[in-house]
């Protein structure tokens, strides 16, 4: 099957994590036929049929009518991601927020 998959410079920690995680379930050499950067390009070039994709369960809500979302129970992939903010920000609200994800 064609794949839609994301560039490399986008993330590539997580870019190499997917292609290990489909490698472990047998796909090792995805058959990648475009690259878009973002989950919009991805679900209009599936809209197009130019292949499936990869995305997050959140773009549930943002499929177009005739794509189907197929949750993938067994890969166990987690997106990583990390928390940012301004650094004289002394909010009492953002401390207590940054020693619940450091905790």
Do not use: Y
């Amino acid at each position: 099957m064609p794949f839609i998959w994301f560039p490399r410079w986008v993330n590539p920690g997580f870019h190499d994590h997917m292609l290990q995680a489909c490698a472990r379930g047998g796909l090792t050499a995805p058959r990648i036929v475009q690259e878009a950067p973002d989950c919009d390009t991805h679900l209009g070039l599936v809209q197009c049929r130019i292949g499936l994709a990869w995305l997050n369960e959140s773009t549930r809500w943002q499929c177009p009518r005739g794509i189907a979302l197929l949750p993938v129970v067994d890969m166990n992939v987690r997106l990583p991601f990390g928390l940012i903010w301004e650094k004289d920000n002394e909010s009492p609200l953002l401390q207590e927020l940054l020693a619940q994800v450091q905790g």
